[in-house]
């Protein structure tokens, strides 16, 4: 699994310069912080009228860290992550990941942030069905340009540690769902991401193939210290997280170590 | 992304939507096939056309009955056509020969076997005065004296698809002439010829399917009482044709008809080109529609690929990523389309110009094969090609345009 440690040493390069020029402005990079959040919000204009769904949220994640973010429905847990994720543009505010600057950036340079610095999990996995397992956990390094043995060489292994080697040349609809949530697991890992995301990535399972599949974020946190950001509805799961985070309105209401 | 990673995506999507992306196919084939037989068959009209005319000789005018009547019309001239008008043709200024001739068909048989058709009555030593290039094959004699002996036309000698001669240099040929006599009743005159020559083929069917007498045999066998079908007139170079011409119209334009082979030409080769201009428009208007087709393949792959293109986004995928996935898409559909198009275009053309024998006025009907220009096929290759692309190009747009979140959030 030595594969989940190793730096993509191209990438690295330009970061740490990006890191440093940051770090002028900003007091909340240190080398231990992999995201700050600060003062975000988002306001959607809808037809019934404008929608709060951020509002002014601070807080940081140290390296390593495994957060969940709890808290009801509608509350804005996917408008974060989507944020954190540089999915949208928030209406104010800032997010550093490794220091960077995200919405400092043009829309292209945000997108090659999406695929080198973060990756995502989603509830409903998100796979492209019409392609191999293989190539779906390749797709974030095809993107980034990786060459194709050391792209085939990676998504390799991570399938292999995370136990779905031999469905490599399968279909992901002809997975469980279980199987399905490991292969996007794997995808979210082939770039070596600084945060992962996860919005309810047990969502769609059952209990046990949930279980399963927190098992093996908590073991990438614990084994191999990746930093991950999961929004959860289930209170156990939240509460073997290192931290959690619960969302009310729109602010953060509670922010409490485990 | 590398190329090869945006094709094999491009090519995965076009596999997994297989009756869809046939049948987008099937239009750009349609649309590129039909340009292609349009296309050759005109050419192959054109072709023949031009080798109608190329054989004969440039300082000719054909005078004879009714208009454009260089075969011989069967309509009675107003005026007839003697030897008082054949001597008074001579003495026009800038006038070197005038050959005299009858025309007509017949049915000829030659150990056992049974042809119909032309026959062309003349002093067969002016044949190079209309067929400049005109060789005959060994063994040939032409003796222009002898009402029993006949030139025959390669079509005839050596029928297309037959392995063995029709008739070679010194057989006998029995020529029978059907027609109705003045109480109505049908007749038949008979007569035989022996075969002095062969012609080699000239590239001019009428010749190429004629036997070839003199003008006293074609009197008798054909019923002309001396009233000749036709006239050649040549000029003493093809400078002065015009003013033969001319001089010919002004004598005689109102009672026969007075034509060139260029100016048959001219007549035809219009024709033919309206007729390849219409047909390459139909040919076209396929093709653009062809292109619409692509254009709603593609703008509906793009609605139903929406979450899948949130998700390449959400993973770091660029603008220039996605757009360049769908018009690689537009460019297989269009290349594929294109190719085969062009080759079902080619077979299907052949085998349509085998169903439409065209007929040719004495000579039957005839097989003329479409021609294929390399430069033209690509041309059409490029335009179906570049059709596709522009329409892969919106869709392609509109895709790539997409923000993640909207994308990721629609189901
Ligand atoms: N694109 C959008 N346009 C308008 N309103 C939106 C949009 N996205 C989210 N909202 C609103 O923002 C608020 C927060 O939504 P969000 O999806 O972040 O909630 P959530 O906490 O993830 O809820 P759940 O637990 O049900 O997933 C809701 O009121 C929602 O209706
Ligand atoms: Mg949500």
Do not use: C
């Amino acid at each position: 699994m030595g594969v989940l440690n190793k730096d993509k040493s191209g990438l690295k390069g330009s970061f740490t310069t990006m890191v440093s020029e940051s770090r002028q402005t900003t007091d909340t990079n240190s080398n231990s912080t992999a995201l700050a959040v600060k003062n975000l919000s988002k306001i959607y204009d809808s037809v019934s009228g404008k929608v709060v769904a951020l509002d002014n949220i601070n807080f940081t994640v140290k390296k390593g860290e495994f957060v969940s973010i709890v808290g009801p429905s509608g509350s804005g847990k996917s408008t974060l992550l989507n944020m954190i994720g540089a999915l949208d543009r928030p209406t104010s505010g800032q997010v550093y990941i490794n220091g960077i600057d995200i919405f400092a950036l043009s829309d292209s340079k945000i997108a090659t942030m999406r695929n080198g610095l973060i990756g995502f999990i989603f509830q409903s996995f998100n796979l492209i069905n019409r392609t191999t397992v293989l190539k779906n956990v390749k797709l974030p390094g095809m993107i980034s340009g990786m060459p194709v043995s050391e792209a085939n060489n990676r998504a390799m292994k991570i399938l292999e540690a995370l136990g779905i080697a031999d469905k490599a040349t399968q279909k992901p609809v002809n997975l469980s769902g279980g199987q399905q949530q490991r292969v996007a697991i794997a995808r979210s890992l082939v770039n070596n991401p600084a945060i992962v995301l996860a919005d309810e990535p047990t969502g769609n399972l059952d209990s046990k193939t949930g279980d399963d599949v927190f098992d093996m974020l908590k073991t990438l946190s614990r084994k191999f210290k990746r930093t991950i950001i999961m929004v959860t509805h289930n209170p156990e799961l939240a509460e073997s997280t290192d931290r959690s985070i619960l969302i009310k309105d729109g602010k953060v209401e509670r922010d409490v170590a485990n | 992304m590398h190329p090869t990673d945006i094709f094999s995506l491009s090519f995965d999507a076009l596999v997994d939507r297989k009756v869809r992306t046939v049948l987008t196919v099937l239009m750009v084939v349609l649309g590129s096939s039909l340009v292609v037989v349009l296309n050759g068959l005109s050419a192959g009209q054109a072709e023949f056309l031009a080798n109608q005319f190329s054989a004969l000789a440039a300082n000719v005018i054909y005078v004879g009955s009714g208009q454009h009547s260089y075969h011989g019309s069967s309509s009675p001239a107003s005026i007839i056509i003697n030897n008082a008008i054949v001597s008074k043709m001579r003495t026009l200024p800038y006038v070197e020969d005038v050959v005299p001739g009858y025309s007509g068909s017949a049915q000829i048989d030659s150990q056992g076997n049974t042809q119909r058709i032309s026959i062309t009555a003349m002093d067969p030593t002016k044949l190079a005065v209309i067929l400049p290039n005109l060789q005959f094959v060994d063994g040939s004699t032409i003796k222009p004296n002898d009402p029993g002996s006949a030139l025959v036309g390669d079509t005839i000698a050596n029928p297309p698809g037959a392995t063995t001669p029709f008739v070679v240099v010194g057989q006998t040929i029995k020529a029978t002439y059907s027609y109705t006599d003045a109480s109505g009743k049908q007749q038949q005159q008979v007569k035989n010829f022996i075969v002095s020559g062969v012609m080699q083929p000239s590239g001019n069917t009428r010749i190429d399917s004629s036997i070839v007498i003199n003008l006293d045999a074609g009197n008798q066998l054909l019923h002309k009482s001396t009233k000749y079908d036709q006239i050649v007139v040549a000029a003493i170079s093809p400078d002065y044709v015009d003013t033969v011409q001319q001089e010919l119209i002004d004598q005689y334009g109102k009672t026969l008809g007075v034509t060139t082979p260029k100016s048959i030409m001219a007549v035809t080769q219009k024709a033919a080109s309206g007729n390849a201009a219409f047909t390459l428009m139909v040919g076209i208007i396929a093709l653009v529609v062809g292109a619409v087709g692509i254009v709603t393949t593609l703008y509906n792959s793009v609605t139903e690929r929406i979450r899948e293109i949130g998700t390449m986004k959400a993973i770091g995928a660029q603008n220039g990523d996605i757009l360049q996935l769908f018009i690689v898409e537009a460019a297989l559909i269009g290349i594929i389309g294109a190719s085969l198009g062009i080759i079902i275009g080619m077979g299907a053309g052949y085998v349509l110009s085998i169903f439409t024998t065209t007929s040719v006025p004495g000579s039957g009907q005839i097989h003329i094969p479409p021609i294929y220009v390399p430069s033209d096929l690509l041309k059409v290759w490029l335009l179906s090609v570049t059709l596709s692309l522009a329409a892969g190009i919106y869709p392609a747009w509109k895709a790539s345009r997409l923000s993640p979140m909207v994308a990721l959030r629609r189901e």
